[in-house]
């Protein structure tokens, strides 16, 4: 399972740092990232991160928000700095990974239950 952390109210121009940490069987993570929900929007990448290091964002947060992963702690963050309005959104974390649940072998691409974001003075 995931579980995220970190939203909140922020002003314009604010920073705030997303968290999300899985548990439960896992042998290995192959990639992680987080994306987005706006209002009536449908949900978007913000930015993924491989096993291998390579690191995508989408256009509308390059330069502003930053994905990075800590292997030990099967964690993965996202700094957000110079936030805007429209970065208001529901975050999620997501994360493609191989389980051993007993003695099953599994590769799943799990959700985290999101954590909402509000950019507002």
């Known amino acids: 399972q995931l579980q995220a952390s970190g939203g909140g109210l922020v002003q314009p121009g604010g920073s705030m740092t997303l968290s999300c940490v899985a548990s439960?069987?896992?042998?290995?993570?192959?990639?992680m990232g987080w994306y987005r929900r706006a209002p009536g929007k449908q949900r978007e990448l913000a930015a993924t991160?491989?096993?291998?290091?390579?690191?995508n964002y989408a256009d509308s947060v390059k330069g502003r928000f930053t994905i990075s992963r800590d292997d030990a702690q099967n964690a993965v963050y996202l700094q957000v700095d110079s936030l805007k309005p429209e970065d208001t959104a529901v975050y999620y974390c997501?994360?493609?990974?191989?389980?051993?649940?007993?003695?099953?072998?599994?590769?799943?691409?799990?959700w985290g239950h999101g954590t909402q974001v509000t950019v507002s003075s």
């Open positions: 997501n994360y493609n990974l191989d389980l051993m649940i007993g003695s099953t072998w599994s590769r799943e691409n799990i």
């Open positions: 991160i491989t096993s291998g290091g390579t690191i």
């Open positions: 439960g069987g896992i042998i290995s993570i192959n990639a």
